[in-house]
C-alpha cells in the first residue's frame, strides 16, 4: 500500500476550488458576526496531517469524550475541505469501537468516503460492521448497515447480503427502509450477486410495510431497479393499496406514489374519478412538488378515461378535452397561490409549468391575469417568463389592463424586458385576442414606439412587431404608413430596419416618400453589413419598382449592380440575378409583375406556420413535471437516447364489468382517508364489504392480474395466502383459560400500540365486537365506562401457521377517541421476528376491522 | 435523484459537499456556477447589491436550473453510468449560501436511474435550508454552518439516502438528531456527557398516523403561538387610489403542548380566503364542510397554512379597499442645489 505524498490535495481539492480561501472578507453584511470561532476550517499548514495522527494515537488513551469528538471533528473538517486525510486510515479504524454514537458516525462517513481507494483496510473493519448490523439498539444497526451497503467495494458483497437480509424482517422501521435502500447500493455493485439474492419479492412484499417511508423507499428502488422496464410492475391491488394510505406518505415519499398513477389506467371511469377524488386534498399541501405531481396525474387519467374506444364508453362520458379543462379549472387556484407566495426558484418552475397548462387549456388563468404582473423584487428570470405568459392571458375583457402594463415595463432599464413587452403585446395583437379595437390601439401604440430613438432595441421590436401585424391585418397600414420613412432613419438594428423596409416595399403604393427612404439606403448599401437588411432591401426594391416605376428605376439599377457584385452572401447574390433576368429576359413586363407582385402574403391562420408547435406540445404534455416543462422541448433532444427513461403505462388488466364494478377504493367520505383521522364525516355504518374488499387488495399484492378479488369481497383470512397470519374461525376460550393465558406472559412482554388516533368512538361495544368477529377477532368480554370501552379480546392462528393465541386488550378513550392495544402471544412462533411480524398484521387487520373509526 | 450536494459560502468556497451516488461529482460544477452567478449584476458574492433590506438576495441572471457539463466521466474508471456529459444543477439561494443540488438528467439503461422532478429537488433545498435554521437558528448563514458542521452533515446523512430525500419531517429529525440548544450546551459543559446531541431513543413513528408529530410529548407549560405575516402587493394608481391589489398570507405557529392536542382555528369571514394551502396536519375534509382548520400540530415551530385573498375582486366588493394601510408619496423636486432634502411627512425624495 503506497500513501500520497504528505497534503496532496485530492482532485478537485482546495487548490482549484477555492481561490479566495476561507476568511470571510469584512465587507459582506450576511456573514454575521466577526471573529467567530472558524478553527475547524482554518488554512492547513504542513505537518498538520501528522499532528492529527499524533492525537489520534492518543485517541484510546483520552478519557474525555468531548476532546475525543473534537479530534474526530477535525478530521472530518479537513476531509470535507478536500485534504487527503486517508492516511490517518488505520488510526480512524481503531475508533470505531466505541459506544458514542456520534463518534460512530464519524467514523462512519470517513470510511464511506475512503474506502474505495483502501479495499483491504476497509475490509479489516468489516466485521466490527456487521457486528454493529447485529446492535441491539436500532440506530446503530441502521448506521453500520448503511455503511457497509456505501464502501463500494464489490469483494464485500459476501459480507452484506445477510445483514441486508436480516434487516428487511427488522423490527424497527428505521432500520428496514436503510436495508431497502441498502438493495438498491448492493445492485449497483454487483448485478450478478443482486440477481441471485432474489431480492425483487422482497420489495415487492415491503410495499404493504406498516411504514410508509418504508414502502416509499421500496417503491424507489423498484423503480431503480426496473427502469428497462420503464419502472416497478404495477397492477390495480397495488396501486390501489398505495392510494388508499396516501395520506400517511410524507410530503416527498407522496412524490413517489404519485409518479405511478400516470403509469396506471383505471378500471373504468368510476374508479379515474375516485382516484381523483382520493388525490385532492394533496393540491391543499404546501408542498409544490406535489402539487404538480397531482397535476400530472389528474392529466393522466383524464387521458385515460376520455380516451377509451368508442365501444368502451358511456354515451355521456365526457371527453379528454371536457376532462383536461375540467382539471385546470380544479388546479387553477392551488398553483396560483404557489406562485405567489413560493420562493424565487419555485415560482420560476411553476411559471414554466403554468405557461404550458395555458396553452393546454387556453383561458384558464385569465381572472388571475395580475398574478402574472412583473414586480420589482422579482429575479430577471421570473420577469422574462412572467412578461411571456401575460401575452397569453388575454381576453378582450383584460386585455386594456394588460397591454397597459406592458407598456409600462417597455421602457425598463432591462433591454431583454423590453424586448420581450413589445413582443407580448405584438403577439396580443396577432392573435386577436384583445376584441374589438385592440389591434387597433395596440398598433398606435407601437407605432409609437417606433418613435422611441432614444431606446433603440424597442423601436426595433416595435417594427419587427408591427411588419407581422400588418400582414395578419392588412387593414391597419393606414394606421403604420406614416412615420415609416422617417423610421428607417434611425433604426439601427438589423430586424427592424428589415422590417421596415419590407413594410416600404409592401405598401409603397400609399406612401409617398416611400421610394426616396429606400433610395438613401441603398446609396448607403456598402454600410450595409447584414445580410437580411440586403435582402429585404432587394424585394423592396424590385416590388416598389412596379408600383412607381418611375420613381424606381434609376435606383432599383443601381441595386442590381451592388447586389451582382456583391458576394457576401450566396442567397442574394442569386436573387439579385434572379430578378435581374426575370425582369431583362420576360417578354411580357406583365408576367414579371404577377409573379413578384403577387399578393399572397395575408395570413388566415391564428398563426405563422412556424409557430404551430401543437405536436410538441403534445408531447410536452407527456412530460410534464420533467425537465422538458422547464426547457421546453423534448427529451431527446438534451438527452442521449439511451439515457432516456422509458414511459411504459402497465397494460390494463381489466376492463371490470361495468355493473359488477365493486367500488374498489373506499370511499373519501366513509372511510378517513381523506379526512386523516378525524371530522364527522362518518358516516355510521360504514359497509363492512367494503372495508373487506380493500384490504383483500392488499393482501393480494403479489396476485398479479388476478382481479377476481377485489369484486368477490372475500374474508381476508380465506385468501390470505402471503400473509404469514392466519386467524381461526370459531375458536373459543373460556373466562378462566384467558386468565391463565394473560397472567403466564408477563407484561414485559405484551406489545403495547398506544393512543392510536381514531376518527370518532363507536357507538357501543356491540359495533366494535361485530365487526372484529368478522376478521375472527373474537370477544372474551367488554364493558363501557364513563370515558372509555374496554375489550379483552382473543384469536387463534390456523393450526398450520403455528396455532399460538393472541390476547388482545383494547382500550377505546371516547373523548378525544384513541385506541390502545395491549397484545400477548402464546405458543405459536418462537422466533421474535416472526412474532413481530405477526403481531404487526394483526394490527393491520384489527385496524381495518375498526375502518369506520381508526384512521 | 440528487447526485451530488454542495453549500457554498458567500464566497464561493464549499463548505459542505456530499455525494450520494458512488459517483463524485467534480467540484469543477461549483465553479462553472459561480462564474456564472458572478456575471449577474446583482450578485456579488452571492450577495445582493439591490438594496440590504432585501432579505432574499437575487440570483439575477442564474436561473434556478442550468444545465453544466459532467467533467467526472474519466476521473472514476469504474464508473460506466455518467455517460450523459451534462448534469443538472439546481442552486437556491437561502441567507446568502448557495445550495447546490446536482442531479443527472435521467439515466436510464443500464444505469438504472431516474429523472427527478425538478420541484422535488429545488422544495427538497428549501426543505434542507429550513432544518437549518431550526436546528443553527436564524439566519443560518455562514458562520452558523462552519460552527455546526459536523451537525449539518449528521442531517444530511439523516435527510437524504442514496440520493432521495428520507426523513424530512423535523419532528422526527430532532428525535435523531437533538438540535444544539444553548440548554443543550449547558447540561453538557457541566455533565460532559454525550447524550445531548444524540438521543437515545429512535422515533416510534412506525405505527403513528401522525408522522409529522412525535409521540409522548410533554410540556410544563401548554403554549401555541400564532403569527400570522400578510403581505400585499398592490398596484397603486398615480393619484393614489388602489388599482388592484392582492394578500398572501402566512399562518405559522409555534407549538409546545403537551400529548396529542386536537386544535381548532375558525375564521370570523372564511369566505374571504380564495385559496389556501395547508400543512400536512390539517384535515381537509373538514375544512372544505365547515372553513375552520382543524388540525393535530407538531411539536414545534411550522407553517399551518397559506393562504391568498383577492381584495378589489368584483365579486367581493365590499372588500374593495380604497387606501393602502401605508401611504408613501414620492416627492421630486428640481433645484439649483445638489442634497436638498426633498423627502418629509412620510414620503422620501429624491433630487
Same mark, same amino acid.
Given at each position: 500500500?503506497?500513501?500520497?505524498?504528505?497534503?496532496?490535495?485530492?482532485?478537485?481539492g482546495?487548490?482549484?476550488s477555492?481561490?479566495?480561501?476561507?476568511?470571510?472578507?469584512?465587507?459582506?453584511p450576511?456573514?454575521?458576526?466577526?471573529?467567530?470561532d472558524?478553527?475547524?476550517?482554518?488554512?492547513?499548514?504542513?505537518?498538520?496531517?501528522?499532528?492529527?495522527?499524533?492525537?489520534?494515537?492518543?485517541?484510546?488513551?483520552?478519557?474525555?469524550?468531548?476532546?475525543?469528538?473534537?479530534?474526530?471533528?477535525?478530521?472530518?473538517?479537513?476531509?470535507?475541505?478536500?485534504?487527503?486525510?486517508?492516511?490517518?486510515?488505520?488510526?480512524?479504524?481503531?475508533?470505531?469501537?466505541?459506544?458514542?454514537?456520534?463518534?460512530?458516525?464519524?467514523?462512519?462517513l470517513?470510511?464511506?468516503?475512503?474506502?474505495?481507494?483502501?479495499?483491504?483496510?476497509a475490509?479489516?473493519?468489516?466485521?466490527?460492521?456487521?457486528k454493529?448490523s447485529?446492535?441491539e439498539?436500532?440506530?446503530?444497526?441502521?448506521?453500520?448497515?448503511?455503511?457497509?451497503?456505501?464502501?463500494?467495494?464489490?469483494?464485500?458483497?459476501?459480507?452484506?447480503?445477510?445483514?441486508?437480509?436480516?434487516?428487511?424482517?427488522?423490527?424497527?422501521?428505521?432500520?428496514?427502509?436503510?436495508?431497502?435502500?441498502?438493495i438498491?447500493?448492493m445492485?449497483?455493485?454487483?448485478?450478478?450477486?443482486?440477481?441471485?439474492?432474489?431480492?425483487?419479492?422482497?420489495?415487492?412484499?415491503? #410495499?404493504?410495510?406498516?411504514?410508509?417511508?418504508?414502502? %416509499?423507499?421500496?417503491?424507489?428502488?423498484?423503480?431503480?431497479?426496473?427502469?428497462?422496464?420503464?419502472?416497478?410492475?404495477?397492477?390495480?391491488?397495488?396501486?390501489?393499496?398505495?392510494?388508499n394510505?396516501?395520506?400517511?406518505f410524507?410530503?416527498?415519499?407522496?412524490?413517489?406514489?404519485?409518479?405511478?398513477?400516470?403509469?396506471?389506467?383505471?378500471?373504468?371511469?368510476?374508479?379515474?374519478?375516485?382516484?381523483?377524488?382520493?388525490?385532492?386534498?394533496?393540491?391543499?399541501?404546501?408542498?409544490?412538488?406535489?402539487?404538480?405531481?397531482?397535476?400530472?396525474?389528474?392529466?393522466?387519467?383524464?387521458?385515460?378515461?376520455?380516451?377509451?374506444?368508442?365501444?368502451?364508453?358511456?354515451a355521456?362520458?365526457p371527453?379528454?378535452?371536457?376532462?383536461?379543462?375540467?382539471?385546470?379549472v380544479?388546479?387553477?387556484?392551488?398553483?396560483?397561490?404557489?406562485?405567489?407566495?413560493?420562493s424565487?426558484?419555485?415560482?420560476?418552475?411553476?411559471?414554466?409549468?403554468?405557461?404550458?397548462?395555458?396553452?393546454?387549456?387556453?383561458?384558464?388563468?385569465?381572472?388571475?391575469?395580475?398574478?402574472?404582473?412583473?414586480?420589482?423584487?422579482?429575479?430577471?428570470?421570473?420577469?422574462?417568463?412572467?412578461?411571456?405568459i401575460?401575452?397569453?392571458?388575454?381576453?378582450?375583457?383584460?386585455?386594456?389592463?394588460?397591454?397597459?402594463?406592458?407598456?409600462?415595463?417597455?421602457?425598463?432599464?432591462?433591454?431583454?424586458?423590453?424586448? #420581450?413587452?413589445?413582443r407580448?403585446?405584438?403577439?396580443?395583437?396577432?392573435?386577436?385576442?384583445?376584441?374589438?379595437?385592440?389591434?387597433?390601439?395596440i398598433?398606435?401604440?407601437?407605432?409609437?414606439?417606433?418613435?422611441?430613438?432614444?431606446?433603440?432595441h424597442?423601436?426595433?421590436?416595435?417594427?419587427?412587431?408591427?411588419?407581422?401585424?400588418?400582414?395578419r391585418?392588412?387593414?391597419?397600414?393606414t394606421?403604420?404608413?406614416?412615420?415609416?420613412?422617417?423610421?428607417?432613419?434611425?433604426i439601427?438594428?438589423?430586424?427592424?430596419?428589415?422590417s421596415?423596409?419590407?413594410?416600404?416595399?409592401?405598401?409603397?403604393?400609399?406612401?409617398?416618400?416611400?421610394?426616396?427612404a429606400l433610395e438613401?439606403?441603398?446609396?448607403?448599401?456598402?454600410?450595409? %453589413?447584414?445580410?437580411?437588411?440586403?435582402?429585404?432591401?432587394?424585394?423592396?426594391?424590385?416590388?416598389?419598382?412596379?408600383?412607381?416605376?418611375?420613381?424606381?428605376?434609376?435606383?432599383l439599377?443601381?441595386?442590381f449592380?451592388?447586389?451582382?457584385?456583391?458576394?457576401?452572401?450566396?442567397?442574394?447574390?442569386?436573387?439579385?440575378?434572379?430578378?435581374?433576368?426575370?425582369?431583362?429576359?420576360?417578354?411580357?413586363?406583365?408576367?414579371?409583375?404577377?409573379?413578384?407582385?403577387?399578393?399572397?402574403m395575408?395570413?388566415?391562420?391564428?398563426?405563422?406556420?412556424?409557430?404551430?408547435?401543437?405536436?410538441?406540445?403534445?408531447?410536452?404534455?407527456?412530460?410534464?413535471?420533467?425537465?422538458?416543462?422547464?426547457?421546453?422541448?423534448?427529451?431527446e433532444?438534451?438527452?442521449?437516447?439511451?439515457n432516456?427513461?422509458?414511459?411504459?403505462?402497465?397494460?390494463?388488466?381489466?376492463?371490470?364489468?361495468r355493473?359488477?364494478?365493486?367500488?374498489?377504493?373506499?370511499?373519501?367520505?366513509?372511510?378517513?382517508?381523506?379526512?386523516?383521522?378525524?371530522g364527522?364525516?362518518?358516516?355510521?355504518?360504514?359497509?363492512?364489504?367494503?372495508?373487506a374488499?380493500?384490504?383483500?387488495g392488499?393482501?393480494?399484492?403479489?396476485?398479479?392480474?388476478?382481479?377476481?378479488?377485489?369484486?368477490?369481497a372475500?374474508?381476508?383470512?380465506? %385468501?390470505?395466502?402471503?400473509?404469514?397470519?392466519?386467524?381461526?374461525?370459531?375458536?373459543?376460550?373460556?373466562?378462566?383459560?384467558?386468565?391463565?393465558?394473560?397472567?403466564?406472559?408477563?407484561?414485559?412482554?405484551?406489545v403495547?400500540?398506544?393512543?392510536?388516533?381514531?376518527?370518532?368512538?363507536?357507538?357501543?361495544?356491540?359495533?366494535v365486537?361485530?365487526?372484529l368477529?368478522?376478521?375472527?377477532?373474537?370477544?372474551?368480554?367488554?364493558?363501557?365506562?364513563?370515558?372509555?370501552?374496554k375489550?379483552?379480546?382473543?384469536?387463534?392462528?390456523e393450526?398450520?401457521?403455528?396455532?399460538?393465541?393472541?390476547?388482545?386488550?383494547?382500550?377505546?378513550?371516547?373523548?378525544?377517541?384513541?385506541?390502545?392495544?395491549?397484545?400477548?402471544?402464546?405458543?405459536?412462533?418462537?422466533?421474535?421476528?416472526?412474532?413481530?411480524?405477526?403481531?404487526?398484521?394483526?394490527?393491520?387487520?384489527i385496524?381495518?376491522?375498526l375502518?369506520?373509526?381508526?384512521? | 435523484?440528487?447526485?451530488?450536494?454542495?453549500?457554498?459560502?458567500?464566497?464561493?468556497?464549499?463548505?459542505?459537499?456530499?455525494?450520494?451516488?458512488?459517483?463524485?461529482?467534480?467540484?469543477?460544477?461549483?465553479?462553472?456556477?459561480?462564474?456564472?452567478?458572478?456575471?449577474?449584476?446583482?450578485?456579488?458574492?452571492?450577495v445582493?447589491?439591490?438594496?440590504?433590506?432585501?432579505?432574499?438576495?437575487?440570483?439575477?441572471?442564474?436561473?434556478?436550473v442550468?444545465?453544466?457539463?459532467?467533467?467526472?466521466?474519466?476521473?472514476?474508471?469504474?464508473?460506466?453510468?455518467?455517460?450523459?456529459?451534462?448534469?443538472?444543477?439546481?442552486?437556491?439561494?437561502?441567507?446568502?449560501?448557495s445550495?447546490?443540488?446536482?442531479?443527472?438528467?435521467?439515466?436510464?439503461?443500464?444505469?438504472?436511474?431516474?429523472?427527478?422532478?425538478?420541484?422535488?429537488?429545488?422544495e427538497?433545498?428549501?426543505?434542507?435550508a429550513?432544518?437549518?435554521?431550526?436546528?443553527?437558528?436564524?439566519?443560518?448563514?455562514?458562520?452558523?454552518?462552519?460552527?455546526?458542521?459536523?451537525?449539518?452533515?449528521?442531517?444530511?446523512?439523516?435527510?437524504?439516502?442514496?440520493g432521495?430525500?428520507?426523513?424530512t419531517?423535523?419532528n422526527?429529525?430532532?428525535?435523531?438528531i437533538?438540535?444544539?440548544?444553548?440548554?443543550?450546551?449547558?447540561?453538557?459543559?457541566?455533565?460532559?456527557?454525550?447524550?445531548?446531541?444524540?438521543?437515545?431513543?429512535?422515533?416510534t413513528?412506525?405505527?403513528?398516523?401522525?408522522?409529522?408529530?412525535?409521540?409522548?410529548?410533554?410540556?410544563?407549560?401548554?403554549?401555541?403561538y400564532?403569527?400570522?405575516?400578510?403581505?400585499?402587493?398592490?398596484?397603486?394608481?398615480?393619484?393614489?387610489?388602489?388599482?388592484?391589489?392582492?394578500?398572501?398570507?402566512?399562518?405559522?405557529?409555534?407549538?409546545?403542548?403537551?400529548?396529542?392536542?386536537?386544535?381548532l382555528?375558525?375564521?370570523?369571514?372564511?369566505?374571504?380566503?380564495?385559496?389556501?394551502?395547508?400543512h400536512?396536519?390539517?384535515?381537509?375534509?373538514?375544512?372544505?364542510?365547515d372553513s375552520?382548520?382543524?388540525?393535530?400540530?407538531?411539536?414545534?415551530?411550522?407553517?399551518?397554512?397559506?393562504?391568498?385573498?383577492?381584495?378589489?375582486?368584483?365579486?367581493?366588493?365590499?372588500?374593495?379597499?380604497?387606501?393602502?394601510?401605508?401611504?408613501?408619496?414620492p416627492?421630486?423636486?428640481?433645484?439649483?442645489?445638489?442634497?436638498?432634502?426633498?423627502?418629509?411627512?412620510?414620503?422620501?425624495?429624491?433630487?
Open positions: 500500500m503506497s500513501y500520497p505524498p504528505n497534503n496532496m490535495p485530492v482532485p478537485g482546495p487548490g482549484s477555492m481561490p479566495q480561501g476561507t476568511a470571510a472578507p469584512g465587507g459582506v450576511n456573514g454575521g458576526p466577526a471573529g467567530r472558524d478553527s475547524y476550517f482554518t488554512e492547513s499548514r504542513k505537518g498538520e496531517v501528522n499532528e492529527l495522527r499524533q492525537l489520534l494515537r492518543t485517541f484510546g488513551t483520552e478519557r474525555d469524550k468531548q476532546r475525543k469528538r473534537d479530534i474526530m471533528k477535525k478530521v472530518i473538517a479537513y476531509m470535507t475541505l478536500g485534504i487527503d486525510v486517508s492516511r490517518l486510515f488505520t488510526e480512524m479504524m481503531l475508533a470505531i469501537e466505541t459506544r458514542d454514537l456520534v463518534i460512530k458516525k464519524m467514523v462512519y470517513f470510511l464511506c468516503n475512503y474506502a474505495e481507494t483502501h479495499p483491504d483496510l475490509q479489516m473493519c468489516t466485521n466490527t460492521l456487521v454493529d447485529g446492535s439498539d436500532p440506530m446503530v444497526r441502521g448506521l453500520a448497515l448503511r455503511a457497509l451497503c456505501s464502501l463500494r467495494l464489490p469483494q464485500m458483497i459476501e459480507y452484506t447480503s445477510e445483514p441486508l437480509r436480516r434487516s428487511l424482517q427488522d423490527g424497527h422501521a428505521y432500520v428496514r427502509k436503510t436495508g431497502v435502500m441498502g438498491l447500493k445492485y449497483h455493485l454487483n448485478k450478478e450477486e443482486f440477481d441471485k439474492a432474489a431480492f425483487n419479492d422482497i420489495l415487492y412484499d415491503m #410495499l404493504r410495510d406498516p411504514d410508509s417511508s418504508v414502502v %416509499t423507499n421500496a417503491i424507489l428502488v423498484l423503480n431503480e431497479i426496473m427502469a428497462d422496464q420503464g419502472g416497478m410492475a404495477l397492477n390495480r391491488a397495488v396501486m390501489l393499496h398505495l392510494l394510505r396516501i395520506h400517511e410524507s410530503e416527498f415519499g407522496i412524490l413517489s406514489v404519485l409518479d405511478l398513477v400516470p403509469r396506471y389506467i383505471p378500471a373504468n371511469d368510476e374508479e379515474g374519478f375516485q382516484i381523483m377524488n382520493l388525490l385532492d386534498p394533496v393540491l391543499r399541501t404546501a408542498n409544490a412538488g406535489a402539487v404538480v405531481a397531482t397535476i400530472r396525474a389528474f392529466l393522466s387519467i383524464a387521458d385515460a378515461i376520455g380516451k377509451r374506444p368508442a365501444d368502451d364508453r358511456d355521456d362520458s371527453t379528454v378535452d371536457d376532462l383536461k379543462r375540467q382539471v385546470c380544479r388546479i387553477k387556484a392551488p398553483l396560483v397561490t404557489l406562485i405567489a407566495s413560493g424565487n426558484e419555485l415560482t420560476y418552475v411553476l411559471l414554466k409549468y403554468a405557461d404550458q397548462l395555458i396553452d393546454l387549456c387556453p383561458g384558464i388563468f385569465d381572472d388571475e391575469y395580475r398574478q402574472f404582473y412583473v414586480r420589482y423584487s422579482d429575479p430577471t428570470h421570473i420577469k422574462h417568463s412572467k412578461v411571456r401575460l401575452a397569453k392571458l388575454a381576453n378582450p375583457e383584460t386585455a386594456p389592463d394588460i397591454v397597459a402594463e406592458l407598456g409600462e415595463i417597455v421602457a425598463d432599464v432591462d433591454e431583454t424586458m423590453g424586448r #420581450l413587452a413589445v407580448s403585446m405584438g403577439a396580443i395583437a396577432l392573435h386577436d385576442s384583445g376584441g374589438q379595437g385592440a389591434v387597433e390601439s398598433a398606435r401604440r407601437l407605432v409609437e414606439m417606433l418613435d422611441l430613438q432614444g431606446i433603440p424597442v423601436s426595433s421590436e416595435a417594427a419587427t412587431a408591427l411588419a407581422a401585424l400588418v400582414r391585418h392588412p387593414s391597419i397600414i394606421v403604420v404608413s406614416a412615420p415609416l420613412p422617417r423610421a428607417l432613419r434611425y439601427t438594428e438589423p430586424m427592424g430596419k428589415a421596415v423596409i419590407f413594410l416600404l416595399g409592401e405598401y409603397g403604393e400609399s406612401i409617398n416618400e416611400a421610394p426616396y438613401r439606403v441603398i446609396d448607403s448599401y456598402d454600410n450595409i %453589413t447584414d445580410d437580411g437588411v440586403k435582402t429585404a432591401l432587394l424585394a423592396a426594391a424590385v416590388k416598389l419598382f412596379f408600383q412607381r416605376p418611375p420613381e424606381m428605376q434609376q435606383m439599377g443601381r441595386l449592380k451592388k447586389a451582382t457584385e456583391d458576394v457576401s452572401s450566396q442567397d442574394l447574390h442569386d436573387r439579385a440575378l434572379f430578378y435581374y433576368r426575370l425582369l431583362r429576359s420576360s417578354p411580357d413586363p406583365n408576367i414579371a409583375k404577377s409573379i413578384i407582385t403577387s399578393k399572397s395575408t395570413m388566415s391562420a391564428d398563426q405563422f406556420a412556424e409557430e404551430d408547435d401543437t405536436e410538441l406540445r403534445a408531447a410536452l404534455m407527456d412530460e410534464f413535471n420533467t425537465l422538458c416543462t422547464v426547457y421546453r422541448c423534448k427529451a433532444n438534451f438527452i442521449e437516447e439511451e432516456i427513461v422509458k414511459f411504459v403505462k402497465m397494460p390494463k388488466e381489466h376492463p371490470l364489468p355493473e359488477a364494478a365493486v367500488a374498489p377504493i373506499a370511499d373519501p367520505g366513509v372511510n378517513t382517508i381523506t379526512d386523516q383521522f378525524g364527522a364525516s362518518i358516516a355510521p355504518s360504514a359497509p363492512t364489504p367494503v372495508v374488499s380493500a384490504s383483500a392488499e393482501v393480494d399484492l403479489l396476485g398479479f392480474g388476478d382481479d377476481s378479488l377485489a369484486q368477490s372475500p374474508l381476508p383470512a380465506a %385468501t390470505n395466502s402471503l400473509q404469514s397470519l392466519s386467524l381461526k374461525s370459531n375458536v373459543s376460550l373460556t373466562g378462566e383459560d384467558y386468565q391463565n393465558k394473560w397472567g403466564a406472559v408477563p407484561d414485559t412482554e405484551a403495547v400500540i398506544s393512543a392510536l388516533p381514531m376518527s370518532s368512538g363507536p357507538s357501543s361495544t356491540d359495533a365486537e361485530g365487526s368477529s368478522t376478521f375472527n377477532v373474537y370477544t372474551m368480554a367488554s364493558g363501557e365506562l364513563p370515558t372509555e370501552f375489550f379483552f379480546l382473543y384469536g387463534q392462528e393450526d398450520a401457521f403455528g396455532g399460538g393465541y393472541f390476547l388482545i386488550q383494547a382500550v377505546v378513550m371516547k373523548a378525544p377517541s384513541s385506541l390502545t392495544l395491549t397484545i400477548k402471544t402464546i405458543g405459536g412462533d418462537v422466533d421474535p421476528n416472526k412474532r413481530k411480524e405477526k403481531i404487526d398484521q394483526l394490527i393491520e387487520l385496524k381495518s376491522a375502518g369506520q373509526y381508526v384512521s | 435523484m440528487i447526485q451530488s450536494l454542495f453549500i457554498l459560502s458567500p464566497t464561493g468556497e464549499v463548505l459542505i459537499e456530499r455525494h450520494f451516488r458512488s459517483i463524485l461529482t467534480s467540484r469543477t460544477v461549483c465553479d462553472i456556477f459561480w462564474s456564472r452567478a458572478s456575471e449577474s449584476l446583482n450578485h456579488h458574492g452571492g445582493s447589491t439591490v438594496g440590504f433590506s432585501n432579505p432574499f438576495p437575487l440570483y439575477d441572471s442564474v436561473p434556478p442550468m444545465e453544466v457539463p459532467d467533467v467526472n466521466n474519466s476521473a472514476d474508471g469504474v464508473d460506466e453510468s455518467s455517460g450523459g456529459g451534462s448534469l443538472y444543477l439546481f442552486s437556491v439561494l437561502r441567507d446568502g449560501l445550495y447546490l443540488a446536482a442531479c443527472p438528467p435521467c439515466m436510464g439503461g443500464a444505469a438504472g436511474q431516474r429523472e427527478i422532478p425538478p420541484l422535488l429537488v429545488i427538497f433545498l428549501h426543505k434542507i429550513d432544518t437549518f435554521v431550526l436546528y443553527f437558528g436564524d439566519p443560518a448563514d455562514e458562520s452558523a454552518v462552519k460552527d455546526n458542521f459536523s451537525t449539518a452533515y449528521q442531517l444530511l446523512e439523516e435527510m437524504v439516502d442514496h432521495w430525500p428520507l426523513t419531517e423535523p422526527a429529525l430532532t428525535d435523531l437533538r438540535p444544539p440548544t444553548v440548554m443543550a450546551k449547558i447540561q453538557q459543559a457541566i455533565s460532559g456527557g454525550s447524550s445531548s446531541i444524540l438521543s437515545e431513543a429512535l422515533p413513528g412506525t405505527v403513528s398516523n401522525m408522522p409529522w408529530r412525535k409521540a409522548g410529548v410533554t410540556h410544563p407549560n401548554n403554549e401555541i400564532i403569527d400570522i405575516v400578510e403581505e400585499i402587493d398592490a398596484i397603486v394608481s398615480p393619484s393614489g387610489g388602489v388599482i388592484s391589489s392582492d394578500v398572501s398570507g402566512v399562518i405559522n405557529a409555534q407549538s409546545s403542548l403537551s400529548g396529542v392536542p386536537d386544535l382555528l375558525t375564521f370570523n369571514d372564511p369566505t374571504l380566503i380564495d385559496d389556501c394551502s395547508f400536512p396536519c390539517v384535515r381537509y375534509t373538514r375544512f372544505e364542510k375552520v382548520v382543524s388540525f393535530v400540530p407538531p411539536d414545534g415551530a411550522f407553517e399551518l397554512m397559506r393562504y391568498r385573498v383577492r381584495m378589489n375582486d368584483n365579486n367581493n366588493s365590499n372588500l374593495a379597499v380604497t387606501s393602502m394601510p401605508i401611504q408613501v408619496v416627492r421630486v423636486s428640481y433645484g439649483q442645489f445638489f442634497g436638498g432634502s426633498g423627502g418629509g411627512g412620510g414620503g422620501w425624495g429624491r433630487n
